[in-house]
């Protein structure tokens, strides 16, 4: 009934087969593959589907028994067993790649110590920061990430083993001990929701695409930092793309990439998501697409965190030129209404009469700090000669002393603190 | 240099008195806050946002001492704060609600503790299933859903306040002492994370559209179930939607508003994960548009929840009509299979002597269990009189006695597990 | 400075060859495509990407002339050209394939002319309708998208070359010309927009989007009517997946795939958009990125659309089973309440004395057109011996005889004039 | 059955009344339209739904005639006609604003004639370009979403009325005259497909999200431009927010806000499309979810617009600045070695020997037209000394004449050509 054209459609159309191939292997990765194992080891024209194909690969190595294998189960739980392992797995990879991660915005941290760089808020200058604590935010993001990626292994790493098609099983199969067999840390306890549930998938792309909103942050940052206009880092010859014309232009080209990937990544969540919008119990062929929205989600994240740590790995910062950016811009005005509030004037006077210092100050093209005593006199008798002191870019970063603050012996402490958690766990 | 209308408009834009407009708060709602506290408590024109009415409500309050608000804070700090406190109580009203829903699906497998109906596959009827086992699948994935808002919570209940506007406090404020007075479990580690971080925001979101993707499938199998043609369950008058021209029709409006919101929050998580993409650190006014997507959809999958369990409550179930649908359809086929197989006919082989079975019952139109002893013999020698008892509806439902499985006992034990769950916590 | 795992890692990140490697081609089709042109011809080591490629390429075949391919050229206007002419052609398969899918409508429709079946809302029964004017619902889905994708294509069909890296070029190329012979429809007018413009790649995703939507829905309207409990359809077996244990079980695994794979390219075209969100001008190397998301939508709109045809082919209606379930279920009480109102009693006092009517018939069990004459009239004097002429079904669809009305009329006009529309364009 | 609090949390549930509450007006605006109309005006406990209360009010003006409002009509085409009604004007509106953006683009373009800036790619400097080329851009991005608000047009503007619950009417109502009462550009042709048709919304939101992609990348660079290390442009105080304490800080709001609003809008997009996946045909209650998402997007795109439009009125670009900014990085790279080609040096040549005099250049900290025509014959004895003409900033400019590109007259005529068709339509 149907043309041949038809029928090839078709059954490339259902193939769960299919669901392998766009697994993100690239060609060469495929060929390494198939060459370890003797590339005819994957070639089964007589399997239905991977599950067939499983089947008599055992019945191979194993002989009979391997004819036992769909005894008390169904290609239903199998699928899910399957895709459980693979990403509890990757889950793993992941999290050692946002470690890898981690340790080298601390190492880039520990080299540059006593850098400093403006901090922002709409992009406008508003205080001076240290470097090595805006290492440390990112660092964080990843921390949580890395929470997250542990308490989503949890949920993954449960054994839908038994659950057969969809009602459960009749044969004496011990769930409990395949699971341990398995290293899963637990069985599913309902049958119809071990074979229909796809939570952990959707789960894994919410985690990683919190991982890419991270990195295309730090993306952004760092291709920001690295403009003419800002100039605070330069990306190392290594990781950036020049040209034979314009050999001084170092495009960020791994950075933007990486700020792009988060796009596909959010589809992704997005896509699985609406999978499972509305789908009857229990098992409905539409589980199929969730595969290939995971392979490459994992190997999007992970790859997007392996790049970056290389890059991490190769960026020098200007110090100088960035300690500069963060002398200028009256960054110092919060420290200067500090200084009156300690002196005694109510917080919403101080601030009024900073703000006319500073109407002052761009009057004359100079900082606060430049002014005359005289000059910061007119506007409060509350100020002596000690401003000078509380103004100073060092005072500005010191007295930032509280937890979670930018003071240098805050932020040693931080990243002592920081070291230590990667150290254990 | 601006009109009056230009003026308006972007005063209107920018002010964050806008956020809380779009609240979801009715009409009648808001006036009923209103009125609690006295209208005119709202009115304050002079208020540059909601942060300088707070402010001045303190003053009136407490006097003098409410000027001392900002001290050590800034904006960017407490409106985190904020959110944060005000998501944590929404966290523990949805999880709250979940419980009420997992109730619910108890009751009504309780009510119904020997109803049977078709288990689906790929919306084809597969194998006979509990009507309780079906209300427990659901039950797992709220189960799972409760899990995630807590380990959500624990990541929400972190208190951002000392970070200032970005780089700490130079006031010794004492963060630690400040977070235990409004009940946080900690402080933010990093100022430049603490006032950037919307992670938060993003994680609630994907968790409620995982409970929104649940309900979804809920909602589709009871529009599905009722059906004329399904007809296994009946929806209260209460819960459907009549006409005065069709007074039989009930169309199930309530759940497929449910099923259609779902669409709503997972629109929600999208636009939270794109917010924050590519921002620079650190504040960033775009993070302002936070709030409503996290205000829709905590209202969203509470009110949805709460629908839900109102319909729970008033489904009836037609128990003869579902059980006789789980009686044709040829689905005791795997139960034969296993029959042969316990006699020692090799699996493949079972399988293919059912597959005629099967095929000569659909030529006479009649089930298995409805051939002749002989016909039966005719595909298997092995085939008895006994085999009538293990094609019976009871014992391929209480055949299933592994773990998670249909079985009366299984699932009786997992009633009474799941009771204690919603006792415990 | 980097190891060689490190370069390795970045030169497959940052090369253009690897947004290729993803195109969706099977391992098979690649092959099909190399040993076409001898696969040597792909492999050149030397290429920094896939512009050099070609350009080496066109040396060997045209001589020195090659070399001159980027005169008044860049890579950024050049890879917006190419990806510009790939999606015309792509466009114009997917129209034909939109165009199958409609003539496949047409002939199920024009098989099963007399066919009924009940329409539903909230998917209850409400009014009978002819399967035809089912099959031509789906028929004007698909001609407003192919309405869509034309005047996608007209936007595709614009050329940026000349438009150089950003500026324009210095060299005396004729843009009009040179767009003239690569058949476009006129050039992009701005060079800034003509090379960081992807307006064209989201559109497509988005006209895709619809079109899967639409198919989504067909899907789910065939798997339902394919039910056990529904049986309005048949799927033939050439397009439905049994097993060897139920044979008879008949998976519509095709229509589940289709309707998963919405998903997917929803997931794309929300990826496109994230994308291109907030990139500053004019181009970025997040724009790489926008290939495999085209590339998949283009191939995955195509299969579906194949896909859904070839199963239109194969489904065959059961006529008898739909009319009777399109025969009962009070689907006649809106014939009955305009008969009345045809009588004269005013629109309202006909809804609530026909409600009382199909009161009446559910407490008996019988169908309106099934009560004596004489109960009918204790509900409204006005109903005489013709009224059962007025409730039959035929009698039901033919009064419906409004434009775009299911009257087997107005539906053979509909057919003929949906038939002319495919032959014209 | 139900509690009364349960019976309100279903009313307030299904009502059509929600939808129009969460509408987007502020509450002043709701007061204000009650107050032009008599406030209990619409007060009516009584109405079920909008579509009896509309009843009722005609009833009140009009009198009995009014009963017949729904003759031939049902809740599903009238709600769907009014969506279309309301949709067809905002789309207008959104035309209108989009033309006011682009009016004020090419102000900002004329009264900045001379202007030039650095042309960027990959955020690194790369060519110059005009000021107003920059502005074209944008406004070739505004001219696509108008077109393509039209063709959403033509789409939404068709009437379903008459096609009554589902399957048409049998009252001998004339849909095409009344379609032209409406000013409808046409009639639905198929009933089923009326009734459950959304496309228009999602074509309506794609479009918008489109629109809303070009303003966040307009947003991007005027907040990249306004900042201190960039300085290109200054906002205005009318349209930046400033504060007591540090009055010279000029933060960017109100464009902050517009890229943040994308996000919400391609969520929106996002919404609708997963709203209709896999609907059964024809109307179901989902489908009420499509107006916040529609009115949301219409008053958020037009706002955006009209808040853009008053933001680039009262941006001041430095000139002075821009012009210096343009003149360094070795951006006449490209006019070098296009010099040399001219003088007969091989393309690829060319690119290397200028290279090597870019590298020359910056060992001494010097451009390329800052070196002795000594050191660059060095590099290429082609060299001579109308190369300094050749290298100015305005040669640079002005050769690329091609169109689209960015040389004065191209640009004046650009500008020319714009202005004409806003004239136009």
């Known amino acids: 009934m149907l043309s041949d054209g038809e029928r090839e459609q078709l059954k490339g159309w259902n193939s769960t087969g299919r669901e392998y191939d766009g697994r993100g292997l690239t060609h060469e990765q495929f060929e390494q593959r198939a060459a370890e194992r003797g590339a005819e080891f994957f070639d089964d024209e007589a399997a239905e589907d991977v599950h067939s194909f499983i089947e008599s690969r055992?019945?191979?190595?194993?002989?009979?028994?391997?004819?036992?294998?769909?005894?008390?189960?169904?290609?239903?739980?199998?699928?899910?067993?399957?895709?459980?392992?693979?990403?509890?797995?990757?889950?793993?990879?992941?999290?050692?790649?946002?470690?890898?991660?981690?340790?080298?915005?601390?190492?880039l941290a520990e080299s540059h110590a006593d850098a400093v760089l403006p901090g922002y808020t709409h992009m406008q200058r508003a205080q001076p920061v240290l470097f090595a604590h805006w290492c440390l935010a990112y660092f964080e993001m990843f921390a949580r990430d890395r929470e997250r990626m542990g308490e989503v292994r949890r949920r993954v790493n449960v054994s839908p083993l038994?659950?057969?098609?969809?009602?459960?099983?009749?044969?004496?199969?011990?769930?409990?001990?395949?699971?341990?067999?398995?290293?899963?840390?637990?069985?599913?306890?309902?049958?119809?929701?071990?074979?229909?549930?796809?939570?952990?998938c959707v789960e894994f792309a919410a985690g990683a695409s919190l991982v890419m909103a991270h990195l295309s942050r730090l993306a952004e940052d760092l291709i920001i930092y690295a403009t003419t206009e800002f100039g605070?880092?330069?990306l190392g010859d290594a990781v950036a793309t020049g040209s034979s014309l314009m050999p001084q232009k170092k495009n960020p080209d791994a950075m933007e990439l990486v700020r792009g990937k988060s796009a596909r990544v959010f589809g992704h969540a997005t896509a699985l998501l609406t999978l499972i919008k509305g789908l009857p119990?229990?098992?409905?062929?539409?589980?199929?697409?969730?595969?290939?929205?995971?392979?490459?989600?994992?190997?999007?994240?992970?790859?997007s965190l392996d790049v970056t740590t290389t890059v991490l790995r190769n960026v020098r910062v200007r110090e100088a030129r960035a300690r500069d950016a963060a002398s200028v811009g009256y960054m110092n005005a919060t420290e200067m209404a500090d200084y009156l509030v300690r002196r005694g004037l109510p917080f919403r006077e101080a601030h009024e009469a900073v703000g006319r210092m500073v109407l002052h100050g761009l009057g004359k093209g100079l900082e606060l700090h430049e002014l005359e005593l005289e000059e910061l006199r007119r506007f409060s008798p509350l100020v002596s000669e000690d401003v000078?002191?509380?103004?100073?870019?060092?005072?500005?970063?010191?007295?930032?002393?509280?937890?979670?603050?930018?003071?240098?012996?805050?932020?040693?402490?931080?990243?002592?603190?920081?070291?230590?958690?990667?150290?254990?766990?």
Chains 1, 2, 3, 4 share one sequence.
Do not use: C
């Open 281 to 303: 119990l229990a098992y409905n062929k539409d589980m199929q697409e969730d595969k290939e929205a995971v392979f490459d989600t994992a190997d999007t994240v992970r790859e």
């Open 388 to 425: 000078y002191e509380a103004l100073s870019l060092e005072r500005t970063l010191s007295s930032k002393s509280q937890t979670g603050g930018t003071s240098p012996a805050r932020v040693r402490e931080a990243l002592a603190a920081a070291r230590a958690s990667l150290v254990e766990g």
């Open 58 to 107: 055992l019945v191979e190595l194993v002989g009979d028994a391997g004819r036992r294998l769909h005894t008390g189960r169904s290609r239903n739980d199998q699928v899910a067993t399957a895709l459980r392992l693979w990403l509890r797995d990757e889950i793993d990879r992941v999290s050692e790649s946002l470690r890898g991660a981690q340790g080298a915005l601390l190492d």
């Open 232 to 234: 605070f880092v330069e």
């Open 162 to 200: 038994g659950a057969a098609a969809l009602a459960g099983t009749s044969h004496a199969v011990d769930r409990e001990r395949v699971a341990r067999a398995l290293e899963f840390d637990g069985v599913a306890r309902n049958s119809l929701d071990a074979v229909s549930d796809r939570d952990f």
